[in-house]
């Protein structure tokens, strides 16, 4: 209690124990009334010292816990590096010829944008029109032989049922007319191959795609089967990409997954594909998992052939998290981060770095997006301190 406050009692004591004072009321009023003021001053001081000694003791604590601030690792999808890749045509052909002759004329030139079906030459085959022409008539002949040989048949069929002839000269009647069947059936088949040759003539687009190479002219003799290809095709919208992944990025390539294309004569822009592929086999010599991926080129803006730059965005569900690279803490068991609960006291958790990325960590086990990880922790925080967040509305 304040000496204020004592002072008052004693003075209500000696009022108690002296003689009663003469005078009219008004006066031993106005003397209470003093008596009460001052009491009433005493109590607001004292408040005010006790209120001033708490704030102390508040700041003095404040000023003891450490300020720190925080963050929330960020929910991410694991990013791989840039690789070099290469673009090839979805579907790449060379067109032969499937008949001999001379090549009469050629309706498309290199760059071209042909059909499915569309005339892409004509060949000139004398050669084939002259043994088709053989091959028909031969077959007349050959059914003229069947058709009197039929005749033979019947007629000895009858008389050998009626005990005419002997077997002899049935049996070979028989065998007549069906090495003559045989032989029409035969001269047929080769007319049929070689109506089919006649069909080669036209040369044909297989589908739908772009002349890249025309390698025969007007008046080149053109023989089947020497290997010389007539024509280049290829269908260009997809496109496929072919990527080299690292053996360390293997496990976490899968299909679906998103990727970047950048072209150094596309400056600023990307090109979004889709891995569609992989080769599930590590190269024993580059020690890399063959990755494809498949980019529209509706505008065929894109060469097959081209190199290009890639970024993989591969999937993940297993809660990969991203915090700053100032974040971590460096200790003889390992990597850790410090992380302050609801109460302000700092635990330090073990984490496991799936990706360095430069200034911030990819992070696949021990931390949460719900965590309150410390940046730029002292190299003094330890478990169980207590410290002060300073951007506690900050995410």
């Known amino acids: 209690m304040s000496q204020n406050s004592l002072g008052v009692l004693d003075e209500l004591q000696r009022q108690k124990s002296a003689p009663p004072i003469s005078g009219k009321p008004t006066a031993r009023w106005s003397f209470v009334a003093g008596i009460l003021i001052?009491?009433?001053i005493a109590l607001v001081g004292f408040a005010w010292r006790s209120s001033r000694i708490r704030s102390a003791h508040r700041s003095t604590l404040a000023d003891s816990e450490m300020a720190v601030s925080?963050?929330?690792?960020?929910?991410?999808?694991?990013?791989?590096?840039v690789l070099p890749g290469q673009t090839k045509?979805?579907?790449?052909?060379?067109?032969?010829?499937?008949?001999?002759g001379y090549l009469k004329k050629w309706y498309f030139d290199i760059?071209?944008?042909v059909k499915a079906g569309d005339v892409l030459a004509e060949i000139d085959t004398p050669e084939v029109d002259q043994e088709l022409a053989q091959a028909q008539a031969q077959l007349k002949v050959a059914q003229a032989a069947l058709d009197l040989a039929e005749v033979t048949f019947r007629r000895n069929q009858n008389l050998f049922q009626r005990n005419v002839i002997a077997s002899e000269d049935y049996d070979t009647a028989v065998d007549t007319y069906r090495e003559n069947q045989a032989i029409v059936m035969a001269d047929q088949a080769n007319i049929n191959?070689?109506?089919?040759?006649?069909?080669?003539?036209?040369?044909?687009?297989?589908?739908?795609?772009?002349?890249?190479?025309?390698?025969?002219?007007?008046?080149?003799?053109?023989?089947?089967?020497s290997g010389s290809q007539l024509?280049?095709?290829q269908r260009t919208s997809p496109l496929r990409v072919y990527v080299p992944v690292p053996q360390i990025y293997a496990n976490i390539i899968k299909v679906g997954a998103e990727g970047d294309l950048t072209l150094d004569e596309f400056p600023g822009r990307k090109f979004v594909g889709h891995i569609t592929?992989?080769?599930?086999?590590?190269?024993?010599?580059?020690?890399?998992?063959?990755?494809?991926?498949?980019?529209?080129?509706?505008?065929?803006?894109?060469?097959?052939?081209a190199y290009v730059l890639v970024t993989l965005h591969a999937s993940d569900s297993s809660g990969v998290v991203t915090i700053p690279f100032n974040a971590l803490l460096f200790r003889a068991e390992g990597p850790a981060v410090a992380v302050v609960d609801a109460a302000g006291?700092?635990?330090?958790?073990?984490?496991?770095?799936?990706?360095n990325l430069g200034d911030t960590l990819q992070v696949s086990h021990g931390l949460s997006a719900e965590d309150q990880v410390i940046v730029n922790p002292s190299d003094s925080i330890a478990d169980n301190m207590t410290v002060r967040i300073v951007n506690q509305n900050q995410t």
Request: proline fraction near 6%; hydrophobic fraction near 45%; charge should be positive.
């Open 38 to 40: 001052v009491f009433a």
């Open 111 to 113: 760059g071209a944008r």
């Open 231 to 233: 024509f280049r095709m």
């Open 70 to 81: 925080v963050v929330h690792p960020q929910k991410t999808s694991i990013t791989i590096p």
């Open 345 to 355: 006291k700092v635990h330090l958790r073990k984490i496991t770095i799936n990706l």
């Open 89 to 100: 045509a979805y579907t790449d052909a060379p067109i032969f010829a499937q008949t001999s």
């Open 277 to 305: 592929n992989t080769a599930q086999a590590i190269d024993l010599t580059s020690r890399t998992l063959l990755t494809e991926l498949q980019v529209p080129n509706n505008t065929g803006e894109l060469f097959p052939g």
């Open 193 to 225: 191959r070689l109506e089919a040759l006649e069909a080669f003539k036209i040369v044909r687009a297989p589908f739908t795609g772009i002349l890249t190479a025309r390698d025969s002219d007007i008046g080149a003799y053109i023989a089947a089967g």
